[in-house]
């Protein structure tokens, strides 16, 4: 009880600070005077009266010193201290001050940025009962992406016939369109869910009821569940919303009810606003299929789950292998699911991991400069160090304080950081989204969101913390360390150690090696995308401008579209800057695609190897319009229409089938078609679906030889920027077809970036981030030379008596910054090598055996290295031999 | 003489003495309290400041004194410490406690010596 009391007193003494320092001071002057009156009384001099009462008192400043501490709560007053006389040293260094901090709100800054993206991608759990039991359900075919997509019927046969999930989900994520009383019309983001969805999360409604298993009925009544965001948006919160009627896609249906608050859906990034039975996509979609998710029961380890799956999954493997025998190679995976479905984490999972470790060494970076400054500055600071050891602060008590001050420093460059983050964040989603944003569309369906969240805010502080610790703790002790008695002794000069000069060092060495990794890495990925865009295209990426049409709400039937086409084709090509124009099914690396099996008289191949050839339905000058070379033969025309079918292959398709003979006049047929195409020309190979496949066999037919144009993707060529003919694209568009929508514009080149933009992404930061950190290494090596060079200038005034040259002065330095650049060059290109060995694990195709990044980061250090030995070199060369020897 | 005090103090026993000093003196500034024990042990303590004043702001911060400024007789300004009624209940139980503790090692050491 009176400990307690006793606590909060001085707690609010601590808060009040209600006996200030002048109180406790005059209290002990009285008492030594007093003291002295009396010895006076005894007959002593006044001179030593006041002596004998200044012993017999003991010292006022211990007193002091004790009562410091009795009074409040002598850690929390101490921190106050430490904390105040941090921020007067720092204050008195403001240059100091300013890039210590600067570089750490760099280093914490990019941290935190990252670790936003990362947090909500990675680590998150779902809003869900035990996020922990879910696990999501993979189909793997070699060498390309995984992807959670099952039939129908074998998510049926998945769920009949398991004994590893209490439950199996589905999910589909869709565009659906609404309209309904006092609602316009708007495309929506929905999603389709399987009957046992929510009860196997264990969410509750909102409002009303959630979608149940006897809604999920071929035969069932169309019913529907919104998210609270379309409740609270659409609906103002209306608790009339359930029982509403709307039209989704066309077809009725009723809201029964609002989905919980916090939860937006299993899928990352997805944010639908309305989620309606799977049953209502099986109905409208004969090729329906869903993303699975399964609960582990309790006690039933993922890997019991793996091996049961994989039994399971012969089934559906035997079936697609019955059309295609090379889908035998399929597997099936299963991964947690409890942050939620991996499609994104997939794409940008690893890249994010990626630059996690890069910010990682760039904050390293940071700290070791900041290190190698304080280290510096506590040469300056010995003696007054040594000063208060021997007026009796303790050891531990001044390591405290110069942990303080190096953790001040951690957390104004963290809140510096922070603030640096709050706008590289929104500048990292655009850049993770760009490409996609297009003219006039909804946002895509799956939408990365970062914020600057308490637990971000709590991972920066904590982050702030450790470097501030890091940094800090081997200048501390290294201050400590050298004994006080010595150097007070010594000149100011002559005060720091030998190991602290090589301390001193090895950090410039450790920051040179750091960014050496940093730098050669950031190499290796920018090649990699210089690659990916460049190196096998066949297409011309740039000058393109990319614009999607679709005609269903047109009232123009697609039979009759060739006509209107044709002419619409022919209007593009008229406008000023354009210089050519086509249509076709697909367009380069848009991501999606058709493909069928070919037969070709007289070719056989057994039936693993027989493969998909990607099919494109084309116009003529396609191939102009796209930069693909025509190597034999001519190109479609309009005139083909009405005529015997026509193809053109490419010449990976004319290699494989007609062998080195020339494919021209040579016949084939699409499987399950009777029909034959005569090849009428041979066109270079063109990468089709992804940038990170080599090109497929692909043949393009004439689209305007099908009996219905199904090709709605125009293209047009220009001379000048494609987005200059945007707008009057867009009206020749509206003049030739008034009804017709206009779903997408975009440029070719945009279309290939947003298909790249996790190598984007990794390119530009680790670039970013590798060039922040070789400034800072320059800032570090200036700051060592700068410092090394002023406590030398007696030298060098005396070397320069000696005879020694401006020249020879300025040599010196000069090799003295390409030693250390050196030193952590051959420190640095092991790690380098192995940094290179471990990205490659993680990021495929990427250009490991290229030397030139590692050479690129050398030659760049030893750049920075000089740069930064520049301003020292000339100030050691301008030393005036007198004015230096002066001095000594 | 040292900085030390010429007789060590036991723990908690300079309270006891403080708070006696003051419920029988009444108020006192600091000086006063340390002549008061001076002259009571022959000379035997001499409490310096670094163990005074903490202890003073410590019974303070119990509850036990209060302490105010005041004037001296030769009108100069001190700090003024007056036992409060805790510091009497303090004061009382404390006495039986260290008599208690007296009797038991009188005790001891006359059998033992």
Known sequence: MATMREWLRRLSGTIRRDRADQDLEEELRLHVELLAEAAQRQGHSPEAAARRARLQAGGTAQAMESMRDQRGLPWLEDLGRDAQLGLRMMRRNPLFSAVAILSLALGIGANTAIFSLVNPLMLRALPVREPAQLVELLSKFPGEPRNNAFRWNVYEHFRDHNHVFSDLIGLLPRRAEVSGDALAAETVSAEYATGNFFPALGLEPALGRLIRAEDDQLNADVVAVVS???????????????????????????????????????????????WLPAAVGRRNDSRFALGLVGRLKPGVSIEQARAEMRVLDRWRIEEAAKTAPFLRQLTIELEPAG????????????????????????????????????LARGTARQRELAVRV???????????????????????????????????????????????????????LQQIEAHLDAEVLMFTAAVSLLAGILFGIAPAWHALRSAPAQSLRETGTAGDARSKRLFGRGLIVAQVAISLVLLSTAGVFISHLWNLRNVGLG??????????????????????????????????EAIPGVRAATLSGVTPIHGAGSARFVNVPGF?????????????????RYFETFGTPLVAGRDFQFADQGQARVAIVNQSMARYYFGDGNAVGRQFTLDGQDRAYEV???????????????????????????????????????????????????????EVMPAMAITRVTTLADQVDASIVPERLVAMLSMLFGSLGAVLVGIGLYGLLAYTVSRRTNEIGIRMALGATRHDMIKMVLAGAAGL??????????FAWWGRQLASRWIVNLPIDNPWPIAFGAIAMMVVGLAAAYLPARHAARVAPAEALRHL | ?????????????????????????????????????????????????????????????????????????????????????????????????WDRMADIMRTLLHEQG
């Open chain 1, 228 to 274: 609270w965001s379309y409740w609270q948006n659409r609906f103002n919160h209306h608790p009339g919303i359930v029982g509403r009627r709307i039209v989704v896609d066309g077809a009725p249906a009723t809201i029964v009810g609002v989905a919980p608050r916090a939860f937006r859906s299993v899928l990352f990034g997805s944010r639908p606003d309305v």
């Open chain 1, 339 to 374: 942050a939620g479905l991996s499609l994104l984490r997939d794409y940008y999972g690893r890249p994010l991991l990626v630059l996690m470790a890069i910010v990682a060494l760039l904050l390293l970076i940071a700290c070791t400069n900041v290190a190698g400054m304080l």
């Open chain 1, 390 to 444: 021997s007026l009796g602060a303790a050891g531990f008590r001044l390591m405290r304080q110069m942990l303080t001050e190096s953790v001040l420093l951690a957390g104004l460059g963290g809140a510096l950081g922070t603030a640096l983050a709050y706008f590289g964040v929104d500048a990292l989603v655009r850049i993770v989204m760009s490409g996609r944003g297009v003219v006039g569309l909804a946002g895509p």
């Open chain 1, 539 to 572: 297409f011309n990426r740039h000058g393109v401008l990319l614009v999607t049409l679709d005609p269903s709400r047109s009232g123009m039937a697609p039979e009759r579209l060739f006509q209107p086409y044709q002419d619409l084709l022919s209007r593009l």
């Open chain 1, 604 to 620: 056989q191949e057994p039936p693993m190897a027989r493969q998909y050839t990607s099919l494109n339905w084309v116009a003529p």
């Open chain 1, 680 to 734: 009428i020309g041979v066109v270079g190979d063109a990468k089709y679906l992804d940038l990170h496949n080599a090109a497929p066999r692909t043949v393009y037919l004439n689209a305007f030889q099908e009996s219905r144009m199904f090709s709605h993707r125009f293209s047009i060529r220009t001379d000048t920027a494609p987005s200059a003919v945007a707008g009057d694209v867009q009206r020749t568009v509206a």
């Open chain 1, 821 to 830: 650049v050196a030193a952590g060059l051959i420190v640095g290109a092991p």
């Open chain 2, 1 to 97: 003489m040292s900085n030390k005090d010429k007789a060590g103090v036991l723990q908690g026993t300079l309270d006891l003495m403080v708070l006696q000093t003051l419920a029988t003196l009444g108020p006192q500034h600091g000086y006063a309290i340390a002549a008061r024990l001076e002259q009571v042990s022959g000379g035997a303590l001499q409490l310096n400041m670094g163990t005074l004043y903490p202890a003073l702001m410590r019974l303070e911060q119990r509850g036990l004194l209060r302490g105010e400024w005041g004037v001296t007789d030769n009108s100069r300004k001190a700090r003024f410490y007056a036992i409060t009624a805790a510091g009497r209940r303090q004061l009382g139980a404390g006495k039986a406690e």
